[in-house]
Each structure stands twice: as C-alpha cells, then as structure tokens.
C-alpha cells in the first residue's frame, strides 16, 4: 500500500517567515501535485512536478520533486495572511485514475 | 470555462430523504471523481467515471448512487443516509486516464445528515 507522509501537520507562524512542508514515501510516483485548500471550499491544483529533482516556483512557493521521485517540499518565502490554508500533496500513478493523498499541513500565518 | 461546478452549496437532509448532488464541466475532461471530505482529512476517493462508465467504486455503501448522464455531467444520488455521512462532498475532473495531469476540483456541497 502507498502512502505519502506529510508534516508538519499544524503550522503557526508570523508574517514574513518561512517555512517548508514536506512530503515522503517509500515509493516511487510518477507525479506529485500539491493543493491549497481553504475552509468550505474545493482543493486548488497549485503545481505538478513529475520529473526526479524538478524545482518549479510560483511567486513566494517553491516546489521541489525528490531525485527518486519519492519524496517532495513545498517552501514559502515570506509567509503572507493570504497563503493560509490547507496544504495538501497527492501523488500520481501512469495509467490510474487514483491520487494518493497526504495528510495535509494547515497552515496560519498571523499579522 | 475552467471550472468544475457543484450544486447544491449546502444541503441538509433527513435519514429517510433522498437527494441528488449535481456536479457539471465543460472542460472536456473524459475522467470524473466524486470524493468525501471530513474535517482537517484529506479527500476520500468514493467513485471514478472514465468515458461516462463507472470505473472505480471504493466500496461505498450502496445508500450513495453514482450517475453520469454525459460527459460533462455527475450525479450523485442520496438515500437513507447516516448521520454520519455528513461531510463535504467534492467533485472533480481531470483531462485524461491518468492523475499525473492533476485534477479540477468543484467547491463542494456541505451535506448535514440530521
């Protein structure tokens, strides 16, 4: 059975640090996608890396695939109110249909 | 059009009521997805449609109907439902046979079993 680790699975910080969460498992995926979640709301796609040791950034978040594709971190420069939420990563399979979920990491970034 | 739309936003039902949420996209993705939420969890993968055929049902009670009418149209259908199945329910699509391509969720219908 495949699973993806996440954690931390609570984060408290100030405005303006950073942080990083991260993503591991024993297996290998073909993807690995992280979404931002806010309450009572869907999971929003924000990036997909699927090549071993893949670095993408979006703005303030840096997202960066394992060598062997087993493990992934999410980093966030200088935390903003509006980047909290719910952090999920998902991990994809060729040919399936199925996301192998993390736990998810939220996150509140205080004034 | 990029989104996934859900309705209803909220529904509250009774045990014995049956109900149907709806979800519809016009992104021509081929693959559709209903999953159950709980609180500060991650999805719950429930069903899987691919080219309108059922393709995965993750042993769901059979109180929860799945339809898909076309290609751009999910149901899903309640009936005599628990107290405990009330959660967020999310729809989503993805473009092809594959997860890799990541999905497209809806934002969900916040089901209350009273």
């Known amino acids: 059975t495949q699973l993806l680790e996440q954690s931390p699975q609570f984060l408290s910080i100030q405005e303006g640090e950073n942080l990083t969460v991260y993503c591991n498992s024993s297996s290998v995926f073909s993807s690995l996608q992280w979404y931002r979640q806010e309450p009572g709301e869907g999971p929003v796609l924000l990036v997909t890396v699927v090549t071993g040791g893949e670095v993408k950034k979006l703005k303030r978040l840096t997202f960066q695939f394992g060598d062997a594709r087993k493990d992934s971190s999410l980093h966030i420069t200088a935390a903003q109110p509006g980047d909290t939420g719910l952090y999920l990563c998902?991990?994809?399979?060729?040919?399936?249909?199925?996301?192998?979920w993390g736990a998810g990491t939220k996150l509140i970034i205080k004034p | 059009d990029t989104e996934v739309t859900q309705t209803p936003k909220h529904l509250v039902m009774g045990m014995t009521n049956k109900k149907s949420l709806k979800c519809e996209q016009h992104?021509?993705?081929?693959?559709m997805y209903w999953y159950k939420q709980k609180a500060k969890k991650p999805p719950e993968l429930m069903f899987v449609y691919s080219y309108e055929k059922l393709s995965i049902n993750e042993s769901v009670p059979s109180r929860f109907s799945p339809e898909c009418p076309n290609s751009s149209l999910l149901n899903l259908h309640l009936h005599a439902l628990q107290p405990e199945d009330s959660a967020l329910y999310l729809c989503a699509s993805s473009h092809r046979d594959s997860a890799n391509y990541g999905y497209t969720f809806g934002s969900g219908t916040r089901l209350t079993v009273v």
């Open positions: 998902a991990g994809g399979e060729d040919s399936n249909y199925q996301l192998i």
């Open positions: 992104m021509g993705h081929r693959a």
